[in-house]
T-cell receptor, first 113, second 112 residues
């Protein structure tokens, strides 16, 4: 089983809203990732959690707030987003953060109005 | 951020044709990965390569890890309409900053 699930699949929010994206994996992976992807571009890394601790923040604006409640779950809390934040948000996981293959979820398509 | 050089940028082919795409890097990688992405979906892992010179197949797909560790190619034989999508290569260096470095993507269109 190499499944990473993400909810919701689509999200529309206003610039004053607060929403959360959720990601879950049951593969026993200890590294989890958030990526942002614009149309026809490769995914861009945002955050990496390793053993439930934030290990990489790629200078992401504070309106994006990640959270890893346990080894299977990863959240991305959104607040006061801008229209340019509209994108496909992808979650991925790997066995650990030492060269193991990353498996991606289906993504959440976010539209900020 | 850093990206790998991936070519071609796009390909429009007839069903049944063979396809080849490649990625090159100025840096050495320990792992090369090939993903396929359908519109509105996440990338799906096709092939993972872990050793320089390694040649790996997955059905009609064949990929190789370049001997210099700076390049990789992906071949698709006898293309079918469901091969349509964007193909991304990705390299990993390993170690403390084990990030995926993605290629710029190859858009494949297959005409029945």
């Amino acid at each position: 089983d190499t499944e990473v699930t993400q909810t919701p699949k689509h999200l529309v929010m206003g610039m004053t809203n607060k929403k959360s994206l959720k990601c879950e994996q049951h593969m026993g992976h200890r590294a989890m990732y958030w990526y942002k992807q614009k149309a026809k571009k490769p995914p861009e890394l945002m955050f990496v959690y390793s053993y439930e601790k934030l290990s990489i923040n790629e200078s992401v604006p504070s309106r994006f707030s990640p959270e890893c409640p346990n080894s299977s779950l990863l959240n991305l809390h959104l607040h006061a987003l801008q229209p340019e934040d509209s994108a496909l948000y992808l979650c991925a996981s790997s066995q650990d953060f030492s060269g193991e293959t990353q498996y991606f979820g289906p993504g959440t398509r976010l539209l900020v109005l | 951020g850093q990206q790998l050089n991936q070519s071609p940028q796009s390909m429009f082919i007839q069903e049944g044709e063979d396809v080849s795409m490649n990625c090159t890097s100025s840096s050495i990688f320990n792992t090369w990965l090939w993903y396929k992405q359908d519109p509105g979906e996440g990338p799906v892992l096709l092939i993972a390569l872990y050793k320089a010179g390694e040649l790996t197949s997955n059905g009609r797909l064949t990929a190789q890890f370049g001997i210099t560790r700076k390049d990789s190619f992906l071949n698709i034989s006898a293309s079918i309409p469901s091969d349509v999508g964007i193909y991304f290569c990705a390299g990993q260096s390993g170690g403390a900053t084990n990030k995926l470095i993605f290629g710029t993507g190859t858009l494949l269109a297959v005409q029945p």
